[in-house]
């Protein structure tokens, strides 16, 4: 009997324990009333938890006769709780609005005088750094982002170089958390270059300014990037991975909040977008990096928190590439005259360098209204280069009747050689104490003093020869060794003055002193906005300012190797008017920014550009001028997604002394030599477009496309070491479109109980890169004829690629 008796109770328990139970249904809707599909409902510190249907519905069989917490979660939208109790056997029904979030969304943020001072100040941009991580690119660069925006033009992919308002790529000043960045000096073509130093994955503010900055920022010509790290107070982590790399990083605070660190470990593969490059050979670039900045709040006491601060910024960079390239086959010419170039290889280049960087800030607040930061810094590279290529080559006429793959008639055949032994080794220590007084709510007092070492050594050997035309010549040799052991002084006083609560007056001087040229140098600068009286959405700034750029290492060198220790300071003069414009369309927030500026350039040194390498004539033999227009919407052109368009127009020229060209009357003879007078500079591009936009499902913002898209109008060029012919050819323009798509999947267990560790969000993406599949140049090679006429045939940037994107959230 008893038998039987437990076998009933088996059967009738589940029946016992379904009536402990009640169910909850309802649907999740937006402010719209619109369904919303995939929507993850939980009840909180238990595993109940679904997923709502395409008409936003949902059904959770959940304990009776408690008191429950139902959390709603949907990426882009804020968190919802509700709390319920639900009887025995009781059905309850809800009906869940949820409010969108405009940090999850992305959602621009355009803001007034008294929220952000980015109105103050001509030429700044302030920029969401989660926008870097979605931008599709060839390695995800975080300076990718920077060439959308007006003024800043980048023409090669592989490069996390720019140029902003016709200056080049040794005129832009970086800085994270207030401690200045070096990037590396033998570097001499895209290919070889590894990870931008800035990781996208620990950065929590980004401002960028292309021109009249304020003078507490150094000494260069065109732009100033500056970085600040998160202090973060909870744990988190990525793992990000694609066909060209991948990347872990790692966060947390104490409890406290008196620690926090930052971890980052990032690896580039170039092999596969090298692939692409018209060049066929063995390709092994191996490029990583690791970086670690941690905060300490060295306060006592919870009443004083915050009040002395300690961060520690460590990197460490080690990038390898070596290229045994094969052969190459490159046609160019015109659809009349069909040219293709076939070239063999023998032998290797090899890249190395080593970078190892490290800074700590400790700021202290003396008073309410005064603060005191001590940045020590300092970076040692060691780098090597090392180059033996012979390339035989044949140029060929090609059939133009519809057969372009037969050779006509050979034009020439030849071979060339270069070598390369190059070394260097710099070392950099800086110390600088920034003051920063807040005299009181309309004043405010900045002054500081820095002091830097620079020791460089270097030992280069390089030499190139041609066998063409029947005769062998050398085309370059560069024999030289550099040891540079100097001291450089730097000090800035700047004071910012609300005239009243629409009108902003910043000015200030900014002096230096180098010990190598024995050069004091002198910058005043000054900045003036207001916001106009019967309309805050419109706002005016103007900014005129001297700008000087001391030689650094490059600069120094000229051609045949040798240095010029009396080489003064570059000199500009920044004049910039502009206006911001905030507007609603669509019932949504936008900013329309337009400015003019122009540069006046005195004592230039004169440069050439070969790839991503600078060449300089080590001569302060000319003067300059750049003047361009600039012009940016942005703003929810989708909603919930920020998006911009860039139009920059510039011109810019130069005029160099001594440049004078041969005169030829009307029988070909030689009558005299004249001056150029002012002529294209490499950087001159007239047109530069830049878009960022973004777009989502209605109702379903976890899948989007994302559109970075570039143009830039054709640069000067002409063949190297010939002075006479410098800019005198107009290269081919600039075009590239990559498109990503992606989706992200929201996790139901981080729902569940916040305090553990669990994946939190899976982000996939699918990339096009390059889609329409565009012959970008970045170069050219020079070849001779038979006939002594030379060719420049161009040199190739990457082809259409797809790209597949992950980034796990924890």
Known sequence: MLKYLSVWWILLLPLGTLAQQGTIKGTVRTPDNKPLELATVGIKGTSIGKQTNPTGDFILQVPANQQLEVVVRYLGYKELIRKVEVATGETITLQLTLEPDPKQLNTVQVQGKRDSDTREQASTTTLDPRLTKNLPSAYGDFNKILVTLPGVSSNNELSSTYSVRGGNYDENLVYVNGIEIYRPFLVSNAQQEGLSFVNPDLVDNIEFSSGGWQPEYGDKLSSVLSIAYRRPTTFAATITGSLTGGAIHLEN??????????????????????????????????????????????????????????????????????????????????????????????????????????GVNLAHQFTSGYTSELILSGV??????????????????????????????????????????????????????????????????????????????????????????????????????FNQNTLRYNAYLQHSFDLDTLKTLTYGVRASYWDLN??????????????????????????????????????????????????????????IVGSDYLFKAWNRDFKLTTELYYKHLTNVVPYDIDNVRLRYYALNNAKAYAAGLDVRVNGEFIKGAESWFSLGLLTTKEDVQGDSVNVYGAEGQE??????????????????????????????????????????????????RQPEFRSSFSGKSYKRIDIGFSKVLVMENDLLDKNRFALESLWIGLEVLNIIDANNRVSYTYVNDMNGITYAVPNYLTGRRLNVRFVAKF
């Open 671 to 720: 009558t005299g030599r004249v001056e150029q007078g002012y002529i294209r500079r490499p950087s001159d591009q007239l047109v530069n477009i830049g878009v960022f936009f973004q777009d989502h499902l209605p109702d379903n913002p976890t899948i989007r496309m994302y559109l970075n898209l570039v143009y830039g109008s054709g640069l000067p060029f002409g063949p190297p």
């Open 253 to 358: 605070g104490s409890k406290n909040r008196k620690v926090s660190y930052l971890l980052g470990v990032r690896h580039k593969n170039g092999q596969y977008m090298l692939q692409s490059l018209q060049t066929d050979g063995e390709y092994k670039p191996k490029f990583s990096d690791a970086q670690a900045y941690v905060s300490l709040d060295l306060s006592k006491g919870a009443e004083q928190a915050g009040k002395t601060t300690l961060g520690i910024l460590t990197s460490y960079a080690n990038n390898d590439f070596l290229v045994i390239p094969e052969s190459r086959v490159t046609t160019f010419g015109t659809r009349q005259v069909p040219l293709r170039l076939y070239v063999g290889f023998d032998g290797r280049e090899k890249m190395n360098y080593n970078t190892y960087q490290a």
């Open 380 to 481: 040692e590279s060691r780098e090597r280069e090392f180059r033996d290529i012979e390339a035989g080559y044949r140029i060929c006429e090609m059939d133009n009747s519809g057969n372009f793959e037969e050779c006509q008639m050979v034009l020439g055949v030849g071979s060339e050689f270069n070598h390369a032994r190059n070394a260097l080794l710099a070392r950099i220590f800086t110390a600088e104490l920034r003051n920063t007084w807040q005299l009181n709510q309309r004043n405010q007092l900045q002054f500081g003093v820095k002091v830097g070492s620079e020791k460089i050594e270097d030992e280069l050997d390089e030499y190139g020869f041609t066998d063409s035309a029947d005769y062998v010549s050398q085309t370059y040799t560069l024999q030289s060794g």
């Open 518 to 575: 024995g050069e004091w140098l002198f910058s005043p600068r000054v900045q003036y906005s207001f916001i106009t009286k019967h309309n805050p959405d419109l706002s005016f700034k103007a900014a005129l300012g001297v700008y000087y750029q001391p030689p650094f290492y490059r600069e120094l060198r000229n051609f045949e190797g040798t240095v010029n220790k009396e080489l003064k300071a570059q000199k500009s003069v920044h004049a």
